[in-house]
């Protein structure tokens, strides 16, 4: 039996619309990670589990066109941040249910994807988001796409934080080891090197 037998269908954001600040400027998601780029590892990970796969780019979107169903850019200026494109991702969702993953994360496995939604499918009207220790992370998370027009009301009060936007909304969490290696962010560039003793 498939780890993911939850049967909650689920449109699939992955984002990739920063401004690579901590990598100086470069687009992360087309950064190499052991022979691929980072975004290809999330791409051969989440593409069994949906058909509508959705890509958030503010460029190179004929580089990342081969690994979406739709792309998606911001809708605001100057990389306004991961909330702006959750907005356009939950605009272009096809399905009930919007699963987020960043780009940067390449270590998430698939029973972390089924554990997420399985507590989506017993919260169908919440947004879920994993929760390592005490800190909530809103990129690795399920909304809900009936809550759109909540998360446009706050992006329009001013505010920019989707884990509070999350929270607002009424969130539970899947909770995670406060080290779980899965969780890492490789967002610096000496992170995407190889680890001593580590063959590529």
């Not at 958030?56 to 494109?85: H, I, K, M, T």
């Amino acid at each position: 039996m498939s780890v993911d037998s939850s049967p909650l269908p689920c449109s699939i954001l992955l984002l990739s619309g920063g401004r690579g600040q901590r990598m100086g400027g470069q687009d992360k998601g087309l950064l190499d990670w052991r022979g691929l780029p980072l975004i290809a590892h999330l791409q051969r990970l989440v593409r069994p589990l949906t058909d509508d796969l959705i890509i958030s780019c503010n460029r190179n979107q004929e580089r990342y066109a081969p690994y979406a169903d739709q792309l998606v850019s911001d809708d605001s200026a100057d990389f306004a941040g991961p909330l702006a494109g959750i907005r356009v991702g939950l605009a272009a969702a096809r399905h009930g249910h919007l699963l987020i993953l960043p780009c940067d994360a390449p270590q998430i496995d698939a029973h972390l994807l089924a554990d997420l939604r399985q507590i989506a499918q017993r919260n169908p009207n919440l947004p879920v988001m994993v929760r390592h220790g005490e800190f909530w992370e809103p990129l690795i998370s399920i909304i809900p796409t009936t809550l759109r027009a909540e998360v446009e009301r706050a992006w329009d009060s001013g505010e920019c934080s989707p884990r509070r936007v999350f929270l607002q909304c009424g969130a539970t969490g899947l909770q995670c080891p406060a080290d779980d290696p899965r969780l890492a962010n490789l967002n610096t560039p000496d992170l995407l090197l190889p680890s001593p003793g580590v063959s590529e």
